[in-house]
């Protein structure tokens, strides 16, 4: 399966690049975002004022992906 | 009726409001009461001097989350009509960020609608500013108040 | 600062706020809110069509009760400027009533004292309307609402 | 003494007159507001909802009147 990674603002500088792209993940069964987050990133630990957004829709680490999904990982929003 | 827009330039404010107005209200006047809301670009900001702002967002998502509460105020009020104007990119103080207007036939409507709306904006809307201050410095935005 | 204007023939509410901000607030970049509201003229109430409406006024106390409403909201809120534009004579349906806006370094305050101030206008300032129905007859509208 | 007396909508409709100038009423002591109310408009009942503005701010009937005031009579108002 492809899952498409999106990270934001201050997240997106820290991890250094915009997007990744995860494919084929060889899981057997479903993959939640708290593992994507780990399989994209690289980092185990996840920071404590993460967003999550699965198909621009706000959601937890603990949902699940399938393909074709995009999940988006960005710090606390300040628009207005 | 509704109009969201994005703009990653310079806007008036005053003019949106006239013009949407004009398109969407022309000859109605069933509608008492337009409440509005516009944040500007201050020079200053958890006491440092900001120079300038660059606002980021996600944009497949901000127009999702924009209808998203402009839906759940049309479900909670009775108004007819709303516009958002919200800016992206590089801003200089003074220079407006954010537009919220509500039309409807009575006040409360429009009061409240407006006020949930910029609210709702600041809190599910997925933008981000950086500032960069006058000392040269460039930082993110940490926290909305 | 502020600005209080009775006006006796239509007024364009947008142009007054930009003209306003440009005139009070040019070149300053420390007001971040503007809260502001129109009010305007429906074709409709209590359940009558209305064709057009006559505002009487008491002009030497209309002007002491909204500065003494300004001079109010200013005690309670941390407000920067305020403009109060109200028309009298004859109004027609769509047509603006009242524009009051209010610019404040942050959103609370802009939001508050708008409402506050429409509310203070509506209740305190000696304003009456009298309108001509669509059936030809004309009426004192009795309250408030 | 010499008292300017206003009506406004619906009342000065109704009395018939924007307004009445009271001169040397001849009274020993204060004139109230409404006693001046019964000489002005000849009327002895106040109506309910009547406001009542002393040189432009709001006071009521028991408020005593001197030589140069002005005082309104009206409805409740109706702007905005």
Same mark, same amino acid.
């Given at each position: 399966m492809?899952?498409k990674v999106?990270?934001?603002a201050s997240?997106?500088e820290?991890?250094g ?9 060889? /899981?057997?069964?479903s993959?939640?975002?708290a ?7 690289g ?15 706000y959601t937890?680490?603990q ?9 988006a990982? @960005?710090?606390p929003?300040t628009?207005g | 009726?509704?109009l ?7 806007f ?8 949407? /107005? ?20 201050r ?23 924009l ?8 479900h909670k ?8 104007v919200h800016?992206v990119?590089e ?15 009575h006040?409360?409507a429009? @009061?409240d609608a ?8 600041k ?15 460039t930082r993110?935005v940490?926290?909305?108040?």
């Amino acid at each position: 399966m492809s899952i498409k990674v999106l990270y934001f603002a201050s997240l997106r500088e820290d991890i250094g690049r915009a997007s990744d792209l995860i494919e084929d993940t060889g /899981q057997t069964g479903s993959l939640t975002i708290a593992q994507l987050w780990i399989k994209a990133t690289g980092r185990n630990t996840i920071p404590d004022e993460l967003l999550v957004a699965l198909n621009q829709e706000y959601t937890d680490i603990q949902a699940s992906v399938k393909d074709g999904d995009e999940v988006a990982f @960005f710090p606390p929003v300040t628009g207005g | 009726m509704r109009l969201i827009k994005i703009v990653d330039t310079g806007f008036d404010p005053w003019k949106y409001q006239q013009d949407y /107005q004009q398109q969407s209200m022309s000859g109605k006047t069933d509608f008492g009461a337009t409440a509005s809301f516009i944040g500007t670009m201050r020079d200053f900001n958890e006491g440092d001097d900001v120079s300038s702002m660059v606002l980021e967002h996600y944009p497949a998502m901000t127009e999702k989350q924009l209808n998203r509460i402009v839906d759940e105020a049309c479900h909670k009020w009775a108004i007819q009509n709303t516009l958002i104007v919200h800016r992206v990119g590089e801003i200089l103080p003074a220079e407006p960020i954010v537009l919220v207007a509500v039309w409807s036939a009575h006040r409360a409507a429009a @009061f409240d609608a407006c006020r949930f709306l910029m609210e709702a904006l600041k809190h599910q809307a997925p933008f981000w500013k950086k500032e960069n201050l006058r000392t040269g410095t460039t930082r993110w935005v940490e926290k909305n108040t």
